[in-house]
């Protein structure tokens, strides 16, 4: 991808901080008498031979978040250990090669779950492995997609060498990417350290540019639409552990699937995900968080969202 060019400093605009009344104003309705088909249907795409913790984390992300139902795409031979981790998920099991590769029909059984369940959102990326996800499966897939989307990961080092991102881009409804600084470097061609110096500036221009709501992970994660631009206030350095960011994207992904805008979605997912670690940072210090423990305390993080 060509490098990003960054706008001019009487073009950026002031970064908001998100503040607890601006999330609590987010939170979706969750009716008495709904049921799991009125709360969102989530289908995650993640996982390989070699990143067999990354699905679970994605879908308990969104189960905790209150999504009514979550479907995983994955290899067959990682259902098992999943389902016994987390019973409540239903799957759809992908056949790869020896190495792990899915086939070329992978694209083909993806749609027809999206259509014959009227899935609410996608999540695609988290833990897919790159040698497992070519460029051409993705564009070929991101060219039928119709619902709101996430990506993630994987997804995002794979869309780094997708030629005429533009186009493509412009096809997709509700989009959001949850790179990492490492993964944005990727995206946009640009040396992590120069990111780090022009975060707000990077992200604001990437948005804009591709139409999409970027959250830039990290300290203070950014998260714009390319008109707006917010810095989560939440979260500290516990949350720098592995599997963290795929529990933030089954959060927004349950998010989306409930209706919430995009932006909306990401303001939120990420204010509670940070809320998440700071309960537990109370309890336990700054080092040694598992990532599973984030996803279980987002409901108390929801709650905190009520209190004055």
Not at 109 to 116: D, G, K, P, S, V
Not at 218 to 245: D, E, P
Request: charged content about 20%.
């Amino acid at each position: 991808m060509e490098q990003t060019t960054l706008f001019k400093a009487d073009e950026i605009m002031e970064i908001v901080s998100i503040e607890k009344k601006q999330c609590k104003s987010i939170i979706p309705n969750r009716p008495a008498d709904g049921h799991k088909y009125n709360f969102g249907r989530v289908l995650i795409w993640a996982g390989s031979h070699i990143f067999r913790g990354a699905p679970l984390l994605v879908c308990k992300g969104a189960y905790r978040t209150g999504a009514g139902l979550v479907r995983l795409a994955c290899p067959e031979d990682l259902i098992a250990p999943i389902a016994s981790a987390l019973p409540e998920t239903t799957f759809l099991p992908l056949q790869t090669t020896p190495p792990g590769s899915f086939l070329p029909n992978t694209i083909i059984t993806l749609i027809q779950c999206i259509l014959e369940n009227q899935f609410n959102a996608l999540v695609i990326g988290p833990g897919l492995g790159q040698n497992n996800l070519s460029s051409r499966f993705l564009r070929e897939l991101l060219q039928k997609i119709t619902i709101p989307l996430l990506l993630d990961g994987d997804a995002l080092n794979v869309l780094a060498t997708v030629e005429n991102l533009s186009e493509l881009m412009d096809k997709l409804p509700e989009k959001v990417l949850t790179p990492h600084e490492g993964e944005f470097s990727r995206l946009i061609n640009t040396p992590t350290d120069l990111i780090r110096k022009n975060r707000a500036e990077f992200a604001l221009d990437f948005a804009k540019k591709y139409r999409c709501v970027l959250v830039l992970k990290g300290q203070n994660t950014i998260i714009t639409n390319g008109k707006s631009i917010f810095s989560n206030t939440t979260g500290g350095v516990n949350l720098a552990t592995a599997g963290t960011g795929d529990v933030l994207a089954g959060i927004i992904g349950a998010l989306l699937a409930q209706g919430i805008s995009a932006l909306d979605a990401s303001i939120l997912g990420v204010y509670l995900h940070g809320t998440a670690g700071d309960l537990w940072k109370k309890q336990h210090g700054d080092r040694g968080m598992l990532a599973s423990e984030v996803a279980d305390l987002i409901p108390t993080a929801y709650q905190t969202l009520s209190q004055k």
